[in-house]
């Protein structure tokens, strides 16, 4: 396979699976990972792909944030199992903030209906599916719902959060590494999260794999602030260790 072939073929994977991986890549085609590098630096100078760690994204997945009907349905399964494993940090009694999101919605689907449990969220779509228990309080953080993720955000939001301190918050992310922390696209979503991580006693961000190394434009925490990342076992050892250099642990589903 010649390389133009080759970097088309890299492209391909790249918009259908969402990214690509050196060391896969390199496999499935048959060529040094130095062959791959080199592909992939081609192909973002053309501005086909973004170089992430260990790998690249397609441009076309960071141009638009997708909708929350869209998020949804990727990695469903993967997500089901790090909204398991990050249900493990709820405590028995007490306050848990759950963010918006389609791994937070994943995890508010598992929440057990039980008295002594408080549940403080942004989400239009976690308040609608709480509403039903009758054992459990329910409080719906105010302010401007974006149309895109079904969150409110806003002075109304980080007000009341400076107010109050809960347990546990489970924060979502679109995308975290080791240098630039937890980022976001869209700056009011970034300060609702900011506000979140800053009343909460315990943090714990839900993220699956395909989010490493994904930084995008405003970045609400470092890694140094979140006390634990739950992902899936897509996150190579590297990545991890890198992640958990600054003191926050890392899980994998």
Known sequence: MYAPERQQRIL????????????????????TTETIRRDLTALERRGGLRRVH??????????????LATRSGRHSQVKRRIAARALDELPVEGTVLVDGGSTTLALAQLLPDRPGLTVVT?????????????????????????GRTGTTV???????????CVD????????YSSARGMTTP?????????AMVAAARLVVVVAD???????????????????????????????AA?????GMAVARA
């Open 54 to 67: 260990g790998g690249a994204l397609p441009v076309e997945r960071l141009e638009v944030e997708p909708p």
């Open 209 to 239: 794999s395909s989010k490493a190394g994904d930084d995008h434009f405003h970045r609400f925490a470092d890694t140094a602030t979140i006390d634990l990342l739950v992902t899936d076992d897509g996150l190579d050892d590297e990545t």
């Open 242 to 246: 890198e992640l958990g250099a600054e």
């Open 12 to 31: 391909e994977i790249a918009r259908t699976h969402g990214r690509v991986e050196v060391v896969a890549l390199a496999d499935e085609l048959s060529v």
């Open 154 to 164: 806003g002075t109304w939001l980080t007000s009341a959060l400076a107010d109050v």
């Open 122 to 146: 942004s989400s239009v779509d976690v308040a609608v599916l709480l509403r039903p228990h009758e054992h459990t309080e329910l409080y719906v953080l105010g302010g401007r719902v974006r």
């Open 186 to 194: 869209d700056q009011s979503e970034a300060d609702a999260k900011r």
């Open 168 to 175: 546990v918050a489970f924060v979502g992310t679109n995308g």
